[in-house]
């Protein structure tokens, strides 16, 4: 037992009220914590980290031997809260095998200066800075790392983009990032049930820690610090983001049935394409567990994307409708942009573009960049918001 250690500090005081979702107002400054789902990585959130071969237990090895102390659940930003400013136990060693079992309540962990998750399976070993949560959920092992918006970017943008792109790329992404960041802490603020503001992968944006950070990114979220983009109220936006819109972007209505004002697909215009947008690849035509024999497209966007397509399979032609987003995550294409023709046992598909090509689209962003836009006038174009504190 013992006090505290002053690192701490910061999530043992009540988050001042200026930075609580009830009190948001327009033109506010905005510093946030927040809390991230950073193991286990499953089907749905294993891209790019890789699936977990074992998901009820992970090592954890601290720069130092961790602290560990009692915490609860709250609806502030960072989810978590210390119980009581004294420490339940510290471990004689810097190296420790977490296990679901051994968690009847969720508990924090500091370890210092960073902490590692040593993953089974020859998965990477992640670094993270800032405080840790672990938990049981029914037989799988959760852990959480809760740490500053600011700190949180440095581990996301050398993630999204490569560190080598030039400085007004890197700054739009760091805008683009905080404030998806910001929006996703404050819409999530009131759902108690849910333990985390992000995860760590593309199912939000792809988060790795301390262990690759950058001297070019973090510059640029500095040269950015607390900028985010806000609507015609003055509120932050969701600032959706994908590798390559193929030339033209689309509408978040045609993607999740829900659309923006100041998200309008639109065409973009370059001096010359910055990446190659043509793709062709091959399926097997029996992943529904019986042969396709034909594809429909049925509908398409304004954009071109394919919105809703039929599928013919089995002897007896049964046939199934699916939107256009859901076949390309089921046939794991990079976008929902293509043409298909059936060949026999394989489906080869034509197209353009590598995801959901809502928002800014990352090698745009790079194109615009490298004609001499700035990263405001890149933001300005995919976004019809406001950049401001």
Request: some cysteine; proline content about 5%; glycine content about 8%.
């Given at each position: 037992?013992?006090?505290?250690?002053?690192?701490?500090?910061?999530?043992?005081?009540?988050?001042?009220?200026?930075?609580?979702?009830?009190?948001?107002?327009?033109?506010?400054?905005?510093?946030?914590?927040?809390?991230?789902?950073?193991?286990?990585?499953?089907?749905?959130?294993?891209?790019?980290?890789?699936?977990?071969?074992?998901?009820?237990?992970?090592?954890?090895?601290?720069?130092?031997?961790?602290?560990?102390?009692?915490?609860?659940?709250?609806?502030?930003?960072?989810?978590?809260?210390?119980?009581?400013?004294?420490?339940?136990?510290?471990?004689?060693?810097?190296?420790?095998?977490?296990?679901?079992?051994?968690?009847?309540?969720?508990?924090?962990?500091?370890?210092?200066?960073?902490?590692?998750?040593?993953?089974?399976?020859?998965?990477?070993?992640?670094?993270?800075?800032?405080?840790?949560?672990?938990?049981?959920?029914?037989?799988?092992?959760?852990?959480?790392?809760?740490?500053?918006?600011?700190?949180?970017?440095?581990?996301?943008?050398?993630?999204?983009?490569?560190?080598?792109?030039?400085?007004?790329?890197?700054?739009?992404?760091?805008?683009?990032?905080?404030?998806?960041?910001?929006?996703?802490?404050?819409?999530?603020?009131?759902?108690?049930?849910?333990?985390?503001?992000?995860?760590?992968?593309?199912?939000?944006?792809?988060?790795?820690?301390?262990?690759?950070?950058?001297?070019?990114?973090?510059?640029?979220?500095?040269?950015?610090?607390?900028?985010?983009?806000?609507?015609?109220?003055?509120?932050?936006?969701?600032?959706?983001?994908?590798?390559?819109?193929?030339?033209?972007?689309?509408?978040?209505?045609?993607?999740?049935g829900r659309s923006l004002e100041y998200l309008v697909a639109k065409p973009e215009v370059y001096t010359q394409d910055p990446i190659q947008p043509h793709w062709i690849a091959e399926r097997s035509a029996n992943r529904l567990g019986a042969p396709i024999t034909a594809l429909r497209?049925?509908?398409?966007?304004?954009?071109?994307?394919?919105?809703?397509?039929?599928?013919?399979?089995?002897?007896?032609?049964?046939?199934?409708?699916?939107?256009?987003?859901?076949?390309?995550?089921?046939?794991?294409?990079?976008?929902?942009?293509?043409?298909?023709?059936?060949?026999?046992?394989?489906?080869?598909?034509?197209?353009?573009?590598?995801?959901?090509?809502?928002?800014?689209?990352?090698?745009?962003?790079?194109?615009?960049?490298?004609?001499?836009?700035?990263?405001?006038?890149?933001?300005?174009?995919?976004?019809?918001?406001?950049?401001?504190?």
């Open positions: 037992m013992g006090n505290a250690p002053s690192a701490l500090a910061q999530f043992l005081n009540p988050i001042p009220r200026e930075f609580s979702a009830e009190s948001f107002v327009p033109g506010q400054k905005i510093v946030h914590r927040l809390a991230v789902h950073i193991f286990p990585h499953d089907g749905v959130y294993a891209i790019p980290q890789g699936r977990e071969s074992q998901m009820d237990q992970v090592t954890l090895q601290g720069a130092q031997p961790c602290r560990w102390f009692s915490v609860s659940r709250v609806n502030e930003p960072g989810r978590w809260t210390m119980n009581a400013a004294t420490v339940l136990k510290v471990q004689k060693k810097s190296s420790l095998i977490l296990s679901a079992k051994n968690f009847s309540t969720p508990l924090g962990f500091d370890c210092g200066e960073y902490f590692d998750l040593l993953r089974k399976g020859g998965l990477k070993t992640y670094r993270y800075s800032g405080l840790g949560v672990a938990y049981r959920d029914g037989k799988i092992l959760r852990v959480i790392n809760v740490l500053d918006l600011e700190t949180y970017l440095r581990g996301v943008v050398p993630s999204e983009v490569p560190i080598s792109w030039s400085l007004e790329t890197l700054k739009a992404q760091a805008v683009a990032a905080r404030t998806y960041a910001v929006t996703s802490v404050l819409m999530n603020l009131q759902n108690l049930s849910r333990a985390y503001d992000v995860v760590d992968t593309v199912q939000d944006q792809v988060y790795a820690g301390v262990s690759d950070l950058a001297d070019s990114t973090d510059f640029a979220i500095q040269q950015t610090r607390q900028q985010i983009l806000r609507d015609r109220r003055d509120q932050p936006i969701i600032a959706y983001f994908s590798a390559d819109s193929g030339g033209h972007t689309e509408a978040p209505e045609n993607v999740w497209i049925l509908k398409r966007t304004p954009a071109q994307r394919v919105a809703e397509i039929e599928i013919t399979y089995g002897r007896k032609k049964r046939s199934v409708k699916m939107s256009g987003p859901e076949f390309a995550r089921r046939f794991q294409l990079r976008s929902p942009w293509f043409d298909v023709q059936v060949r026999g046992a394989v489906l080869v598909f034509n197209g353009r573009g590598f995801g959901h090509g809502v928002g800014m689209s990352q090698w745009g962003a790079k194109a615009y960049a490298d004609m001499g836009w700035s990263f405001e006038q890149i933001l300005k174009f995919y976004f019809s918001a406001n950049l401001g504190l």
